[in-house]
C-alpha cells in the first residue's frame, strides 16, 4: 500500500496522438516528498482505525485488573434507572479511553448481534483525585446491560490488535427494595408494671 502511495499517476487526455487513444497524450503526476509523506500519514490513520475497530473482552480475574471503581443504579421517574459510576483506580487498564453501557441484542440468524443501547459516561474528576459520570437507561435493557470498561492500553503497552474491555452486568449495582414480611406482627403490649404496697 506505501508503495502505491509513493507514486501516484493517471491518465490526462490532451491533444496529441497516442498509440492506443487518437488524439490522446498520457501524462503522469509524481507527487512531492512532502505530499507523499502526508499521504502515508493519512493512510496509517485509517489503517490504525480500522485495528481500533476490533475489541477484545478482557476475562475474569480475581483483582479485576486492578481496577478499583463503585456504581450504583437507582429507579427514577418513569421507565428509566439511574447508573452513577466512580472510577478510584485505573489499575492496568491505565489510561482508560471509555465507560459505557452497552446491550447487545440476542444472537441473529445470520450470527452477530446489534447494539440496543450504547452511552458513554462523561466522567469527571473529583476532588479527591477519582473520575465520576450518571447516565440514565431505560428499564427494559436493565437484564442485558453492561458497564463496559475500555483502554488502548494495557500493563503500559499500546494495543495495536485492537481495543480491550472489561465489562460487569448492570444488575450486579441495582438497588433491591428492603423486604417486607408478609405477615405483620402487632406491636408488643408492655405489662402493667407492678403496685408497690406499703403497708
Known amino acids: 500500500m506505501l508503495a502505491m502511495l509513493g507514486r501516484l499517476s493517471f491518465d490526462a ?4 496522438s497516442h498509440s492506443t487513444y487518437s488524439g490522446v497524450r498520457d501524462m503522469s503526476f509524481r507527487f512531492s516528498p512532502r505530499t507523499t509523506g502526508l499521504l ?3 493512510a496509517l490513520a485509517l489503517m490504525s482505525g480500522l485495528a481500533w ?3 477484545y473482552e478482557l476475562g475474569p480475574s480475581k483483582d479485576e485488573w486492578g481496577l478499583k471503581y463503585a456504581a450504583e443504579v437507582t ?3 418513569g421507565d ?3 447508573v452513577t459510576f466512580t472510577l478510584a483506580d485505573q489499575g492496568r487498564l491505565k489510561p482508560i479511553y471509555s465507560v459505557s453501557v452497552v446491550a447487545f441484542s440476542d444472537l441473529r440468524p445470520g450470527g452477530g448481534r446489534a447494539y440496543l443501547l450504547n452511552t458513554a459516561f462523561d466522567l469527571k474528576p473529583t476532588k479527591d483525585g477519582k473520575l465520576t459520570g450518571e447516565l440514565q437507561i431505560d428499564k427494559k435493557f436493565a437484564d442485558r446491560a453492561m458497564i ?3 483502554t488502548l492500553t494495557f500493563d503500559g503497552k499500546p494495543q495495536t490488535a485492537g481495543a480491550r474491555y472489561y465489562q460487569m452486568p448492570v444488575k450486579k449495582f441495582m438497588k433491591k427494595a428492603p ?4 405477615v405483620q406482627t402487632p406491636p408488643a403490649i408492655a405489662s402493667p408494671s407492678a403496685t408497690k404496697v406499703t403497708k
Do not use: E, P, Q, W
Not at 13 to 16: D, F, K, N, T, V
Not at 179 to 182: K, P
Open 80 to 82: 428509566k434507572l439511574k
Open 40 to 42: 502515508v500519514v493519512v
Open 179 to 182: 423486604a417486607t414480611d408478609s
Open 13 to 16: 487526455r490532451i491533444g496529441c
Open 148 to 150: 463496559r470498561i475500555m
Open 53 to 55: 475497530a476490533h475489541f
Open 75 to 77: 429507579a427514577v421517574d
